[in-house]
């Protein structure tokens, strides 16, 4: 029983640190650039970069599912404070260019 509770223990400390990771560091423009080098340019990428990397790290639309991303924009599109056609560009880039699930 005690391997049991330990083991949620440190399954949850996994989860939390997972949720809690960042993306690419805004501040070393080298990896930035060429992490974002292989999307075509759109209003949809340029959104992205400009908005999201105000408050966390690039988070590159392959690290989620094009079923995911819908949702965390919900979110984050108010915080950004993103308009409805800004919100929709980027759930069209991030989605075109997500993880398959």
């Given at each position: ?22 993306g690419l560091n805004p ?75």
């Amino acid at each position: 029983m005690q391997i049991m509770k330990q083991l949620g223990q440190i399954m949850l400390v996994a989860i939390v640190l997972a949720g809690c990771a960042k993306g690419l560091n805004p501040n070393n423009t080298a990896k930035v650039e060429a992490a974002f080098a292989k999307y075509e340019d759109s209003e949809g990428k340029a959104i992205f970069r400009d908005k999201c990397a105000k408050c966390h790290g690039y988070m590159l639309p392959e690290t989620r599912t094009a079923e995911k991303w819908p949702n965390i924009l919900d979110r984050m599109a108010k915080k950004a404070k993103l308009t409805d056609e800004q919100k929709e560009a980027v759930v069209a880039f991030v989605t075109k260019h997500a993880k398959a699930s």
